[in-house]
């Protein structure tokens, strides 16, 4: 068979779910045999997706491809309609790494080992199907299903107030699905013709005020996953209480989806609304970059401090998504990934110290670094990351952002005066409280009431190979920034050039009072004005 017209993707989403399934038929007392079977059916799902996007994806197209569409249910119009576009691939293959290491991650896990490793591959299938899905009902479908075993990891195999946390992470993700339930619909209904094929509803005429309403519905249920303010009180207790791989995913995937939905909803299908709701985003991504840096300097808890620091690091995301500009979307895009891996291995690391240490309570330890020499340096590089050090993949992702929203001649120059020196005070704060961290774990006197081995403390060769996974991209995209932009490019110029079509039309609308003050309506010549017009067709 021709690889380009075998469905990898149906593939991809559906041996995770299969193989779990098949779980409770494996025979095996201790989980040995179990954990084994989920580390190779994770494995064997990534590599087939670096298969099918190194021989059948186009990295200089910008439409979607590995387009599989079936007629699944349809009584009620839902399809399975996958494929994938510079947006969703380079996340896909996100997910299938930082899944992949957090099964490796959980080889320690003894409490109900089946059902553990049942879960992180439901899941995983579960998580892709998000980021491929073309059909809004099984967009939806596949995000409620992710919801359940993130609760089951979370309530069952957490810390002292697991049950406290998973509730909270339950009842505000699912009250949030249902505004894309309600949003959905109302767009799906929208018209002379009933569909929830997600290509056709983004090139219906809405109303703009029914649009706006759209808007901010996908926007409350996007942005509780971001996170954004003040949507993001679930966070730090869940990443609080969740086991190290149950945190690394939260972190690396979960958080991401949020950001992908934002993209793909909110400014590829309701570009009209978005020129109204685009300041927010920025005045909310500040916020975010402030709050959470202060929040995350507050804490003792070494994974809740790491928790604040992602609903910061998501803030830049916000302004990248608002800025309209083709580095800033790139930036958001890459800050997403980029955030996915540092996140994920400094709450692996989080996990290793843990298992050592038996708290996470950063006053109870200190003087670690001399019986966790290799921990303390691995840490160290994953806090240069998340502080932007230039050479990591966080100084790009951010210096892009930054970039794209000072050069954009959508907003006023003092509203991004405003915007570009807020975020800065963030980017201050982001070393303080890091390497604030690292000194109280690992510096100063060792606290009397831990009882470190010095010969089987230090990270051991399972945990160094997990790390480094995730450190050398890190590095890698920090040095030579195209390995994951030229995954995306020509996806974010498309989506800037369709975001900024609209443009034209609203400068000559006359803008409300308050965005009089912060917005300024770019003047395109008409010859820019038809150039972004052949773009966008």
Same mark, same amino acid.
């Given at each position: 068979?021709?690889?380009?017209? @075998?469905? &990898?993707?149906?593939?991809?989403?559906?041996?995770?779910?299969?193989?779990?399934?098949?779980?409770?038929?494996?025979?095996?007392?201790?989980?040995?045999?179990?954990? &084994?079977?989920?580390?190779?059916?994770?494995?064997?799902?990534?590599?087939?997706?670096?298969?099918? @996007? &190194?021989?059948?994806?186009?990295?200089?197209?910008?439409?979607?491809?590995?387009?599989?569409?079936?007629?699944?249910?349809?009584?009620?119009?839902?399809?399975?309609?996958?494929?994938?576009?510079?947006?969703?691939?380079?996340?896909?293959?996100?997910?299938?790494?930082?899944?992949?290491?957090?099964?490796?991650?959980?080889?320690?896990?003894?409490?109900?080992?089946?059902?553990?490793?049942?879960?992180?591959?439901?899941?995983?299938?579960?998580?892709?199907?998000?980021?491929?899905?073309?059909?809004?009902?099984?967009? @939806?479908?596949?995000?409620?299903?992710?919801?359940?075993?993130?609760?089951?990891?979370?309530?069952? &195999?957490?810390?002292?107030?697991?049950?406290?946390?998973?509730?909270?992470?339950?009842?505000?993700?699912?009250?949030?699905?249902?505004?894309?339930?309600?949003?959905?619909?109302?767009?799906?209904?929208?018209?002379?013709?009933?569909?929830?094929?997600?290509?056709?509803?983004?090139?219906?005429?809405?109303?703009?005020?029914?649009?706006?309403?759209?808007?901010?519905?996908?926007?409350?249920?996007?942005?509780?996953?971001?996170?954004?303010?003040?949507?993001?009180?679930?966070?730090?207790?869940?990443?609080?209480?969740?086991?190290?791989?149950?945190?690394?995913?939260?972190?690396?995937?979960?958080?991401?989806?949020?950001?992908?939905?934002?993209?793909?909803?909110?400014?590829?299908?309701?570009?009209?609304?978005?020129?109204?709701?685009?300041?927010?985003?920025?005045?909310?991504?500040?916020?975010?970059?402030?709050?959470?840096?202060?929040?995350?300097?507050?804490?003792?808890?070494?994974?809740?401090?790491?928790?604040?620091?992602?609903?910061?690091?998501?803030?830049?995301?916000?302004?990248?998504?608002?800025?309209?500009?083709?580095?800033?979307?790139?930036?958001?895009?890459?800050?997403?990934?980029?955030?996915?891996?540092?996140?994920?291995?400094?709450?692996?690391?989080?996990?290793?110290?843990?298992?050592?240490?038996?708290?996470?309570?950063?006053?109870?330890?200190?003087?670690?670094?001399?019986?966790?020499?290799?921990?303390?340096?691995?840490?160290?590089?994953?806090?240069?990351?998340?502080?932007?050090?230039?050479?990591?993949?966080?100084?790009?992702?951010?210096?892009?952002?930054?970039?794209?929203?000072?050069?954009?001649?959508?907003?006023?120059?003092?509203?991004?005066?405003?915007?570009?020196?807020?975020?800065?005070?963030?980017?201050?704060?982001?070393?303080?409280?890091?390497?604030?961290?690292?000194?109280?774990?690992?510096?100063?006197?060792?606290?009397?009431?831990?009882?470190?081995?010095?010969?089987?403390?230090?990270?051991?060769?399972?945990?160094?190979?997990?790390?480094?996974?995730?450190?050398?991209?890190?590095?890698?995209?920090?040095?030579?920034?195209?390995?994951?932009?030229?995954?995306?490019?020509?996806?974010?110029?498309?989506?800037?050039?369709?975001?900024?079509?609209?443009?034209?039309?609203?400068?000559?609308?006359?803008?409300?009072?308050?965005?009089?003050?912060?917005?300024?309506?770019?003047?395109?010549?008409?010859?820019?004005?038809?150039?972004?017009?052949?773009?966008?067709?």
């Amino acid at each position: 068979m021709n690889p380009t017209q @075998f469905p &990898w993707l149906t593939a991809i989403i559906l041996l995770p779910l299969v193989a779990a399934l098949a779980i409770p038929l494996i025979p095996d007392k201790e989980g040995k045999t179990v954990r &084994w079977y989920g580390l190779g059916v994770a494995f064997t799902d990534f590599a087939l997706m670096i298969y099918a @996007f &190194w021989h059948s994806y186009n990295f200089q197209s910008s439409t979607f491809q590995l387009v599989e569409n079936y007629s699944w249910i349809p009584q009620l119009g839902l399809n399975w309609s996958v494929a994938v576009d510079g947006l969703s691939m380079p996340l896909v293959l996100l997910t299938g790494l930082i899944n992949t290491l957090a099964i490796f991650a959980a080889w320690k896990v003894t409490n109900k080992p089946r059902l553990f490793y049942g879960l992180m591959l439901a899941m995983y299938s579960a998580q892709l199907g998000v980021f491929v899905a073309q059909d809004l009902l099984l967009f @939806f479908l596949m995000w409620e299903i992710e919801l359940v075993p993130v609760y089951l990891l979370i309530s069952i &195999w957490g810390g002292p107030k697991r049950r406290y946390a998973a509730t909270k992470f339950i009842i505000y993700t699912a009250a949030a699905s249902i505004f894309i339930l309600i949003a959905g619909f109302a767009m799906a209904f929208s018209g002379d013709n009933v569909t929830f094929d997600m290509a056709t509803l983004g090139m219906k005429e809405y109303p703009k005020a029914f649009e706006l309403l759209v808007y901010a519905g996908f926007l409350i249920a996007f942005g509780v996953k971001l996170p954004i303010f003040p949507l993001h009180t679930w966070l730090p207790d869940a990443h609080g209480e969740a086991s190290a791989p149950g945190s690394m995913i939260l972190a690396g995937v979960l958080l991401k989806m949020g950001g992908y939905a934002l993209i793909r909803f909110n400014v590829e299908m309701l570009p009209n609304a978005h020129v109204t709701f685009a300041p927010v985003l920025a005045i909310l991504g500040v916020v975010n970059i402030v709050y959470g840096a202060c929040c995350a300097f507050a804490q003792t808890n070494l994974k809740r401090r790491l928790a604040y620091s992602s609903i910061a690091h998501m803030g830049f995301v916000l302004i990248g998504i608002a800025s309209y500009t083709e580095l800033g979307i790139s930036g958001a895009v890459l800050q997403m990934v980029s955030h996915g891996l540092i996140a994920a291995s400094l709450f692996f690391l989080s996990g290793v110290t843990y298992e050592r240490t038996h708290t996470l309570m950063m006053d109870k330890m200190g003087g670690m670094a001399k019986v966790m020499p290799r921990t303390f340096a691995l840490f160290t590089v994953g806090s240069m990351a998340s502080l932007a050090l230039p050479g990591m993949s966080g100084f790009v992702g951010e210096l892009m952002v930054f970039i794209g929203i000072a050069t954009s001649d959508v907003y006023s120059s003092s509203f991004k005066v405003v915007v570009v020196l807020l975020s800065a005070v963030g980017v201050i704060l982001t070393p303080i409280y890091l390497l604030s961290m690292l000194r109280q774990v690992f510096y100063g006197n060792q606290s009397e009431e831990l009882h470190l081995d010095a010969v089987i403390a230090d990270v051991k060769p399972r945990e160094l190979f997990i790390t480094a996974c995730l450190l050398l991209p890190i590095i890698g995209i920090g040095f030579y920034p195209k390995l994951a932009t030229q995954t995306y490019d020509v996806k974010t110029i498309e989506l800037a050039a369709h975001a900024r079509q609209v443009l034209p039309v609203v400068a000559h609308q006359q803008p409300s009072s308050l965005y009089s003050r912060l917005v300024t309506a770019p003047t395109l010549a008409s010859s820019e004005v038809e150039s972004l017009v052949n773009i966008s067709k």
